[in-house]
């Protein structure tokens, strides 16, 4: 990396709870590419200060995650399509001042279904209502999937999650032991499980729906091998981890501050450095 000079580009993540999961991938793609830029993350105590930081320090990328992906909306100037079609943002892109915001986390999700060859004749259950269910909601129902139930405690966006895409809803996780049925694909999109939050031990969905399931998809990044993924391995079941969602995104992400596409090989490598830590 090179020596901070007045020169450099900063990009920046805003997260409640920063990991360096962003910050080792985006500067290890630095340094093998030879730009003079930075990668820093911040746990923001005012999101529109942060924002507005953004736009007059002229920084030039802003990755947007957990609980800001739909609070951040209304402080940038424009929103691409991938971002307005879910409401939901996870990248701004700084272009002397005017700030368009993307959603990344779509495209994750996407390629991922697509490259575990999920059969879209799966019952899937969604665990959570927030911006990043909405991304795995939208990529759910675009790739084909019609058995989808949003499962979230709030009767508002709940419903309307559920609604938006044309699936099911239910306030929680039906007993599969009391006979109340069971899905194909279990998919978490909240913080149960995270590293450093008060459900980190916890196990998004209980053992029995575990047992009942055929792949296993959580989207926490931190820790890679979170409760879920644990339990499911054990189980012999097909996974999908949420450090593959934030390769991916931040792939994207990547590309769309510096206009660099990085070559397979050098974002494995990145893929590498950010895994080791």
């Known amino acids: 990396m090179p020596i901070l000079n007045k020169d450099m580009t900063l990009c920046i993540s805003l ?26 993350a911040f746990a923001p105590t005012d999101l529109a200060q942060a924002i507005a930081g953004v736009r007059g320090l002229g920084i030039r990328g802003c990755a947007v995650s957990m609980p800001y ?10 929103l691409d399509p991938s971002a307005k079609a879910i409401d939901s943002v996870n990248t701004i892109v700084n272009d002397g001042g005017t700030l368009t915001a993307y959603n990344t986390d779509y495209t994750a999700i996407e390629q991922l279904l697509q490259r575990n060859a999920v059969p879209t004749d799966y019952s899937v259950w ?25 499962i979230a ?3 508002e966006a709940g419903p309307a999650l559920a609604g938006l895409y044309g ?30 939050g008060p459900e980190a031990d ?3 969905f209980p053992h029995e729906a575990v047992a009942a399931a055929k792949v296993l998809f959580d989207v ?12 499911a ?12 969602v934030a390769t991916i995104q931040a792939l994207e992400q990547f590309v769309l501050y510096t206009g660099v596409r990085p070559s397979d090989e050098q974002v494995r490598a990145a893929e590498e450095f950010m895994r080791a830590q």
């Open 126 to 150: 969604l665990l959570g209502a927030g911006g990043m269910a909405k991304a795995t909601a939208a990529a759910l129902r675009d790739a084909g999937f019609r058995d989808v139930t949003i």
């Open 167 to 196: 699936f099911a809803w239910c306030a929680g996780i039906p007993a599969v032991e009391a006979g109340e049925g069971s899905a194909d694909m279990l998919i978490n999109v909240t913080p149960i499980g995270m590293a450093g």
């Open 220 to 231: 926490v990044a931190l820790p890679a091998e979170t409760p879920l993924i644990q339990a």
């Open 202 to 204: 916890t196990l998004a």
């Open 69 to 78: 992906k739909e609070e951040v909306i209304g402080l940038v100037d424009v």
């Open 233 to 244: 391995r054990a189980a012999g079941k097909q996974v999908i981890t949420g450090a593959e």
């Open 15 to 40: 997260s409640a709870r920063p990991s360096n999961n962003g910050t080792r991938f985006h500067n290890h793609l630095y340094e093998q590419l030879g730009l003079n830029w930075i990668y820093k």
């Open 153 to 155: 405690r709030n009767a």
